[in-house]
């Protein structure tokens, strides 16, 4: 590995660390509220899709306890694996394509992972099969459709650049086949997929140092394709970014919706 490489690899995970902090910090609160709703609790088996960072599955465990089961599945599991010991077990998987890591369980739940996998509808299969009947998935992904504005309160030349940068962003997204308004489907499509008690929420959070973290990151992340897509200049950017740091902008992040629903 050349020193380039390294470093690129080093801000790669920087980023990806930052991002994953902020997703936790934003919407966590929110999706452990659900899951505590459902009533979890000693010995429940889970099924973690897509688990990407570290803070749900410790939580998960300690809620199992050790006659419970949290099996936690990512494409890419570097930011699990030292999780991995009783109950946890942590599992190179792809939810798109492979069959599911068991059957049976009482709770499968994947925040923000549907939108990466190129068939979400296999992906949600799979996850209904494994559940047994009377378990749950709880599903969870934004909807930019929802509010496109990442400054509600357009009430500056700040805000605005903000805005102008956050379209640029859906509509490169967008030209990229990406669906940016899934959360308002997931609803349906689980009553579709034959779950009863179907229920969804959204959870949307602004003016809090996390959102501005992830904006921070999202537009790092997409920098160069917004530049090469022409939908920004480097120096809008950078003085979006600047704009960020001093902190007195009211950023919102793209409303989370939450869906939930019973196996029969
Ligand atoms: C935006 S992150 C969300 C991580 C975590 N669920 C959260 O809410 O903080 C998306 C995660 O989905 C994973 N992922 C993407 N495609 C996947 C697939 N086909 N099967 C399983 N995981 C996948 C990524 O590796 C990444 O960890």
Same mark, same amino acid.
């Given at each position: 590995?050349?020193?380039?490489?390294?470093?690129?690899?080093?801000?790669?995970?920087?980023?990806?660390?930052?991002?994953?902090?902020?997703?936790?910090?934003?919407?966590?609160?929110?999706?452990?509220?659900?899951?505590?709703?459902?009533?979890?609790?000693?010995?429940?088996?889970?099924? &973690?899709?897509?688990?990407?960072?570290?803070?749900?599955?410790?939580?998960?465990?300690?809620?199992?306890?050790?006659?419970?089961?949290?099996?936690?599945?990512?494409?890419?599991?570097?930011?699990?694996?030292?999780?991995?010991? @009783? @109950?946890?077990?942590?599992?190179?998987?792809?939810?798109?394509?492979?069959?599911?890591?068991?059957?049976?369980?009482?709770?499968?739940?994947?925040?923000?992972?549907?939108?990466?996998?190129?068939?979400?509808?296999?992906?949600?299969?799979?996850?209904?099969?494994?559940?047994? @009947?009377?378990?749950?998935?709880?599903?969870?992904?934004?909807?930019?459709?929802?509010?496109?504005?990442?400054?509600?309160?357009?009430?500056?030349?700040? &805000?605005?650049?903000?805005?102008?940068?956050?379209?640029?962003?859906?509509?490169?997204?967008?030209?990229?086949?990406?669906?940016?308004?899934?959360?308002?489907?997931?609803?349906?499509?689980?009553?579709?997929?034959?779950?009863?008690?179907? &229920?969804?929420?959204?959870?949307?959070?602004?003016?809090?140092?996390?959102?501005?973290?992830?904006?921070?990151?999202?537009? &790092?992340?997409?920098?160069?394709?917004?530049?090469?897509?022409?939908?920004?200049?480097?120096?809008?950017?950078?003085?979006?970014?600047?704009?960020?740091?001093?902190?007195?902008?009211?950023?919102?992040?793209?409303?989370?919706?939450?869906?939930?629903?019973?196996?029969?």
């Amino acid at each position: 590995m050349t020193l380039t490489e390294g470093h690129l690899l080093e801000i790669g995970q920087s980023s990806a660390s930052a991002r994953f902090d902020a997703l936790a910090t934003l919407f966590d609160p929110m999706t452990l509220r659900h899951i505590e709703d459902f009533g979890i609790g000693l010995g429940w088996r889970c099924w &973690e899709v897509g688990a990407g960072g570290r803070s749900l599955v410790p939580w998960l465990a300690k809620k199992v306890g050790p006659t419970g089961k949290v099996v936690a599945t990512d494409v890419d599991t570097s930011w699990v694996t030292t999780l991995a010991r @009783p @109950p946890i077990e942590v599992r190179v998987h792809d939810v798109a394509a492979q069959e599911p890591p068991g059957e049976r369980f009482d709770l499968v739940h994947a925040r923000l992972v549907l939108s990466h996998v190129p068939d979400p509808e296999r992906a949600l299969r799979s996850m209904i099969k494994a559940l047994r @009947p009377g378990g749950r998935l709880l599903v969870e992904e934004t909807d930019l459709g929802l509010q496109p504005l990442v400054c509600p309160d357009e009430c500056g030349p700040e &805000e605005q650049l903000a805005n102008r940068l956050r379209k640029g962003m859906g509509r490169l997204l967008a030209g990229r086949g990406i669906d940016v308004a899934h959360g308002r489907r997931l609803p349906r499509l689980l009553r579709e997929f034959g779950l009863r008690r179907v &229920e969804a929420g959204t959870h949307f959070p602004m003016a809090t140092p996390a959102c501005a973290a992830l904006e921070s990151v999202t537009i &790092e992340r997409l920098r160069d394709q917004l530049i090469a897509a022409g939908y920004a200049s480097e120096r809008a950017i950078d003085r979006h970014l600047a704009n960020i740091a001093v902190g007195t902008m009211d950023l919102a992040a793209v409303p989370m919706v939450s869906a939930w629903g019973r196996k029969p």
